[in-house]
């Protein structure tokens, strides 16, 4: 299995700022995703994050407002920009590895827009 | 349009009891996976379930993958309170990119 930590795990931003939350994985995996999740909803993917390439984003998420870097295996970026109250969410950063392709999950970053 | 549909949305039950929680989804995928949520905290792998006709077992909980009807279960058998819970499943789909999609959840309460 693979063990994920996020940093920050909750921050508190004003409107028009920017937050970058960061992902670790204590081993090398193959996929890193990026989730939302609205309280007492699902999750959403957002995108995966390629290592070495532009990360592959969902419908109705751009690059532009969510930029995502991931410079190596073990490690990814997802930068929030321009936020407003609407990106009031959970953010949840995901590894997945092995023939099964089982996916861990990190802690979570709660972020709230003011 | 790749959609996972759970149900019940909502399930609240008596502890002794059984029941059945359903996931749909819309198109071909043979991989499947279950997973746990308390409040305020992330997601716990459940199940893996990997071909058509997929049992996996775990205490209270049994699931199991039917690919040609597009439908998972996550039996729950003599249920305890301490499997209140969200439930979810999550199928993957290769779509030019590997990815997974996840159901809608399914709230879970346990009765004493």
């Known amino acids: 299995s693979a063990v994920i930590s996020q940093k920050p795990s909750r921050d508190i931003c004003q409107r028009g700022t920017s937050l970058t939350i960061q992902c670790q994985v204590d081993?090398?995996?193959?996929?890193m995703f990026w989730y939302r999740q609205q309280p007492g909803q699902s999750l959403t993917l957002i995108a995966t994050?390629?290592?070495?390439?532009?990360?592959?984003?969902e419908s109705g998420f751009v690059i532009d407002k969510f930029p995502i870097s991931r410079p190596n295996l073990t490690f990814s970026t997802l930068t929030v920009s321009n936020m407003s109250p609407e990106d009031s969410s959970i953010y949840l950063c995901?590894?997945?590895?092995?023939?099964?392709?089982?996916?861990?999950f990190g802690p979570g970053t709660r972020l709230t827009v003011t | 349009e790749l959609k996972v549909e759970q149900n019940p949305l909502f399930l609240s039950m008596q502890e002794g009891k059984n029941y059945t929680i359903y996931c749909n989804y819309s198109?071909?995928?043979?991989?499947l996976y279950w997973y746990r949520q308390d409040p305020g905290k992330s997601l716990e792998s459940l199940f893996v379930?990997?071909?058509?006709?997929a049992v996996k077992q775990e205490g209270r909980l049994m699931a199991s993958l039917d690919t040609k009807a597009r439908l998972s279960t996550l039996h729950i058998t003599a249920a305890v309170h301490d499997l209140s819970a969200t439930y979810f499943c999550?199928?993957?789909?290769?779509?030019?990119?590997?990815?997974?999609?996840f159901g809608t959840g399914t709230r879970l309460k346990v009765l004493a």
């Open positions: 379930l990997l071909s058509n006709g």
């Open positions: 999550a199928v993957a789909f290769t779509s030019g990119t590997y990815k997974y999609i």
């Open positions: 198109t071909t995928s043979d991989r």
């Open positions: 994050a390629n290592q070495g390439s532009e990360a592959t984003y």
């Open positions: 995901s590894a997945g590895q092995g023939q099964s392709y089982e996916q861990y």
């Open positions: 081993s090398q995996v193959t996929m």
